[in-house]
């Protein structure tokens, strides 16, 4: 199998992109709509450590939304077929994107006690939102998969 890359299909969610975005930086985005009656979309709690985890590594990585306005939905019993990850970036060429989600895959293989390599395999969507075309981006199929098809998009 290999991921399935779709433009256009896809858009952020209102009022998760970042008001200003940096060259050189990439951002999580929350992808739950908000909460009834609410207006702020919430993140997944699996994507809560992300950014810390990716500075750890020299990664600019952060948050889309201030501090203190986001909101993170715990889902229990979520097993891999649910991993998703949303980011947004200037452009899908940015070097950060790729090590982004590979941290990603590593940070959910060590909290579920799985093998790096097994993790690759596992289901993963990944959307991508770029800021300065306005272009949007959804990747789906294993870790690996997903990785090689960004690859190729930064190449084109």
């Given at each position: ?7 256009g ?6 009022g998760?992109?970042p ?11 929350p992808?739950r709509?908000p ?5 702020v ?11 810390k985890i990716?500075?750890e590594?020299?990664?600019p990585?952060?948050f ?9 939905l715990a889902e ?11 980011l947004?970036?200037l ?11 590979t ?11 799985w ?15 770029e ?6 981006y959804?990747i789906e199929g294993s ?5 090689e ?5 930064q190449q084109?």
């Amino acid at each position: 199998m290999t991921a399935r890359i779709t433009e256009g299909e896809w858009g952020p969610l209102p009022g998760s992109l970042p008001d200003i975005v940096n060259s050189d930086t990439v951002y999580v985005i929350p992808t739950r709509p908000p909460a009834e009656g609410g207006d702020v979309p919430r993140y997944n709690d699996m994507v809560r450590d992300l950014p810390k985890i990716a500075r750890e590594a020299g990664a600019p990585v952060e948050f889309a939304t201030p501090n203190g306005t986001r909101e993170f939905l715990a889902e229990y019993s979520v097993g891999p077929e649910m991993w998703a990850l949303g980011l947004a970036c200037l452009q899908i060429a940015s070097d950060w994107i790729i090590h982004t989600v590979t941290l990603f895959i590593s940070s959910r293989a060590k909290s579920q006690g799985w093998k790096q390599e097994e993790a690759s395999q596992l289901p993963l969507r990944v959307t991508v939102a770029e800021t300065s075309t306005g272009r949007n981006y959804a990747i789906e199929g294993s870790g690996a998969e997903v990785v090689e098809a960004l690859k190729v998009l930064q190449q084109g």
